[in-house]
């Protein structure tokens, strides 16, 4: 069993930045690969970003692609998420999720293939 928590949500103004972080906890957490997804007011949740247990690749949603970038690190279990260039549009929950598996990030784009998932973080972005 992995558990996870999300930390760093928030308010910004449009431009402005925000680092999310992940903390994962349990005997597997550090064989995991991990995910950012996020759901806006009315909308589908989606994927936005995804980084392998190792840390080796990452692989990015379109929409965040360089403005977006994540990193991991191994000893404290944890994965940061840090969004710059922030606009109106990245307003959501964002989730993080954990799979169990040393595929490369890009195989953790759907939703489907993730074991665990924390609670959520609310980002608003004002323009």
């Known amino acids: 069993q992995v558990q996870l928590a999300e930390s760093g949500g928030g308010l910004v103004q449009a431009g402005g930045s925000l680092r999310l972080s992940c903390a994962a906890s349990?005997?597997?957490?550090?064989?995991?690969?991990v995910g950012w997804f996020r759901q806006g007011p009315g909308k589908e949740r989606e994927f936005v970003a995804a980084i392998s247990w190792s840390g080796g690749s990452t692989y990015y949603a379109d929409s965040v692609e360089g403005r977006f970038t994540l990193s991991r690190d191994s000893a404290k279990n944890t994965v940061a998420l840090q969004m710059n260039s922030l606009k109106p549009e990245d307003t959501a929950v964002y989730y993080c999720?954990?799979?169990?598996?040393?595929?490369?990030?890009?195989?953790?784009?759907?939703?489907?293939?993730?074991?665990?998932w924390g609670q959520g973080t609310q980002v608003t972005v004002s323009s």
């Open positions: 349990g005997r597997t957490a550090s064989s995991c690969a």
């Open positions: 999720a954990a799979a169990q598996g040393y595929s490369s990030a890009r195989y953790y784009a759907l939703s489907a293939r993730y074991d665990y």
